[in-house]
């Protein structure tokens, strides 16, 4: 597994809720202040299922029982499947855009940035962090970003890409987008609660989650697309991540034959505007080949070589999504089906597993 080098684009860890607020920058320990349900909301109510997992998924131990990996699982997952590094997301840390009260946002989002900066990103340079941030104000998401992004060493910031008041393209996001940008900070919007998307009388959550999260990264793409904030800000770079590659090329097909059949009024210049003779497709390949824009695949892919073909080389990244719903050996297996699939050439396979992620994260071998 150690031939060629690997970088796990999109990996897990479980809150240890404890040691967060151990972290919150207001007085927890004084007793003055209590945490009424936990640290960060649940999951939606659509994940709540009977379910069958792979031994080691979600943290499941052979006595079935919950087993957080925690650093030490975490490390010796790296050396079984050889990645060179692992860029770590939270778990019920994605829900914080659904905590109503401002303030507590505020210093959970602190709370957790220095948590897992402490207990993994110190523990191991293989280990990278992507940061929350408060997206309830714009002013503290800016300042948390920067503070994480050039004083604690993360490789990103974390935009849910549902359980957030407004959409991603929404105006009063654009400062964070803004100081994104100038730092060089890559934006990840990750899929995950499926709210807000029309499945509530859905009766078997299998379906909401295959059907959550690649929707979820469609309404995304679109609406930071639409709002130009690519154009906006060029410094700009996004990831779309754990919806696979499909959704991706059906929202460029649509959106190439939405935008030709109605470009949007643009009285402002505010919207995207396209030269004459390009397409969505166009620019959206043209973001791709700068680097600023790229698609978490995993496991099972059996389209990624014409999704490849359509979005080329530098348009996917490999994410392990350990320890949600895998194990080692299911993402070993992943990473040798994709070694061996005939279809895909050398140079993507390459770009895959590592090119595209050390050039979008800044991570260097």
């Known amino acids: 597994m150690k031939d060629q080098l690997i970088i796990d684009g999109d990996g897990h860890v479980f809150e240890d809720n404890q040691a967060i607020a151990r972290h919150f920058p207001y007085s927890v320990e004084t007793g003055r202040i209590t945490f009424r349900n936990g640290l960060f909301p649940a999951n939606s109510h659509m994940q709540y299922s009977l379910t069958r997992t792979p031994p080691g998924a979600f943290g499941a131990g052979a006595d079935g029982q919950f087993h957080n990996p925690g650093p030490e699982g975490w490390l010796q ?39 897992l900066a402490e207990a993994y990103l110190q523990r191991d340079a293989r280990f990278k962090g992507i940061a929350l941030i408060p997206m309830h104000d714009a002013e503290a998401a800016v300042e948390e970003l920067n503070r994480a992004y050039t004083k604690l060493g993360f490789s990103g910031v974390l935009f849910p890409a549902t359980a957030v008041q407004l959409n991603l393209g929404a105006k009063p996001y654009w400062p964070v987008y803004q100081e994104a940008a100038r730092l060089g900070c890559p934006v990840v919007v990750h899929g995950g609660g499926h709210w807000d998307l029309g499945m509530d009388t859905m009766n078997i959550s299998t379906g909401a989650n295959a059907i959550g999260h690649p929707m979820s990264l469609a309404i995304a793409l679109t609406e930071m697309l639409l709002n130009n904030l ?11 991540l754990e919806g696979g590659p499909m959704w991706f090329l059906m929202a460029i097909a649509r959106l190439t034959r939405s935008f030709e059949a109605g470009v949007p009024i643009n009285p402002r210049g505010e919207l995207l505007q396209l030269p004459q ?76 597993l590592y090119g595209n992620a050390a050039r979008f994260y800044g991570l260097k071998h």
Not at 230 to 240: C, H, Q, S, T
Not at 326 to 348: C, D
């Open 77 to 115: 997952f790296l050396d079984q499947t050889g990645f060179e590094y692992t860029v770590l997301f939270p778990t019920h840390g994605q829900r914080i855009g659904r905590i109503v009260d401002r303030d507590y946002a505020f210093g959970a989002a602190r709370a957790y940035n220095d948590w």
């Open 230 to 240: 690519f154009e906006r800000y060029k410094g700009l770079r996004v990831a779309y």
């Open 277 to 352: 003779g390009q397409t969505v497709a166009d620019y959206v390949r043209k973001l791709v080949e700068d680097g600023r824009l790229v698609v978490g695949i995993e496991g099972g892919e059996s389209d990624l070589p014409y999704a490849i073909k359509v979005g080329g080389e530098g348009a996917f990244i490999f994410s392990s999504d350990f320890p949600h719903e895998v194990n080692t050996h299911t993402v070993q297996k992943e990473i040798r089906e994709l070694r061996e699939n005939q279809e895909i050439s050398a140079s993507a396979k390459e770009a895959i």
